[in-house]
T-cell receptor, first 114, second 115 residues
Framework: AQKVTQAQTEISVVEKEDVTLDCVYE???????LFWYKQPPSGELVFLIR??????QNEISGRYSWNFQKSTSSFNFTITASQVVDSAVYFC???????????FGTGTRLTVIP | DTGVSQDPRHKITKRGQNVTFRCDPI?????LYWYRQTLGQGPEFLTY????????KSRLLSDRFSAERPKGSFSTLEIQRTEQGDSAMYLC?????????????FGPGTRLTVT
């Protein structure tokens, strides 16, 4: 069984604030992959990051950073100094070993207010 | 590289009509996926192709749905006798050959409205 929970349905922040989007997952696999995608109002899902289950090293890419903690089954995403262009729906997704399809959470809608 | 493209971007149809969507994956990608996304939800997997072979179909893919990828390049998704419950965004994704099925790249989607 697999499950991806994004408990935050909607978040609003003022521009330049930091914001963290939470993702908690469940899987019986010991090897799996986790992803974050961004879906702006145009609708296209944009790949942001992939993380392997055996690599718990945190990653930073510009204003984006990801915190993977296997002990708590969480893969959280932080945007530093948010900008209006960050407004979008963000999805966390899980790919189990041997599976072909991504399993998505329900998404978090982020609104950055200028 | 051009990205994944989908056509049409929007489709409005009356209940009972058939519709067909097209997806052109990234050129060197041999894996192609179809997902469906309803309002307020994440995408849900429909089916998967490796080259021209359809290797997996989810339970969401009822008998009214059929997908093809005849030459291992573009793919079509047809819905017969559409129902209002079919209204959704249909997303296509592709990934590269070899290795794991990660880093799926998505197209802009086809938004279907069944009236």
């Amino acid at each position: 069984a697999q499950k991806v929970t994004q408990a935050q349905t909607e978040i609003s922040v003022v521009e330049k604030e930091d914001v963290t989007l939470d993702c908690v997952y469940e899987t019986r696999d010991t090897t799996y992959y986790l992803f974050w995608y961004k879906q702006p109002p145009s609708g296209e899902l944009v790949f942001l990051i992939r993380r392997n289950s055996f690599d718990e090293q945190n990653e930073i890419s510009g204003r984006y950073s990801w915190n993977f903690q296997k002990s708590t089954s969480s893969f959280n995403f932080t945007i530093t100094a948010s900008q209006v262009v960050d407004s979008a729906v963000y999805f966390c997704a899980l790919l189990q070993t041997g599976a072909n399809n991504l399993f998505f959470g329900t998404g978090t809608r982020l609104t950055v207010i200028p | 590289d051009t990205g994944v493209s989908q056509d049409p971007r929007h489709k409005i149809t009356k209940r009972g009509q058939n519709v067909t969507f097209r997806c052109d994956p990234i050129s060197e990608h041999n894996r192609l996926y179809w997902y469906r996304q309803t309002l307020g939800q994440g995408p849900e997997f429909l089916t998967y192709f490796q080259n021209e072979a359809q290797l997996e179909k989810s339970r969401l893919l009822s008998d009214r749905f059929s997908a093809e990828r005849p030459k291992g390049s573009f793919s079509t998704l047809e819905i017969q006798r559409t129902e209002q419950g079919d209204s959704a965004m249909y997303l296509c994704a592709s990934s590269r050959r070899g290795g794991k099925n990660y880093e799926q790249y998505f197209g802009p989607g086809t938004r279907l409205t069944v009236t």
